[in-house]
């Protein structure tokens, strides 16, 4: 099980961290990503890091203003995002794959979804 939380609503330019905490899993032999959902738009690939946390993987559109990172120990992973753009507003999922080494960034190759956490930037 996924859980996603530390959306909400901020300017643009600001800041906000997201968390995905895991249960139920081999949480370090599991890599990890993060999604997002525009209304009217697919799913798309935001962040992903392997099961050590040392190989990672990020969106051009996201790459230089969001860092992710894992905590092995308390089976917690973070999005990091700065510099936020309207661009950014979304529901943000956290994901798990059974893959160990390679950050990945094909939805298909992810079991376990979160329930998503709405992050919304105002103009």
């Known amino acids: 099980q996924l859980q996603a939380s530390g959306g909400g609503l901020v300017q643009a330019g600001g800041s906000l961290r997201l968390s995905c905490l895991a249960s139920g899993l081999p949480y370090s032999r599991y890599g990890m990503g993060w999604f997002r959902q525009a209304p009217g738009k697919e799913r798309e690939f935001v962040a992903a890091l392997n099961g050590n946390g040392v190989g990672i993987d990020y969106a051009d559109s996201v790459k230089g203003r969001f860092t992710v990172s894992r905590v092995n120990i308390k089976n917690t992973m973070y999005l990091q995002m700065n510099s936020l753009k309207p661009e950014d507003t979304a529901v943000y999922y956290c994901?798990?794959?059974?893959?160990?080494?390679?950050?990945?960034?094909?939805?298909?190759?992810?079991?376990?979804w979160g329930q998503g956490t709405l992050v919304t930037v105002s103009s």
């Open positions: 994901a798990a794959t059974s893959e160990t080494w390679i950050p990945r960034r094909v939805r298909d190759w992810y079991d376990h």
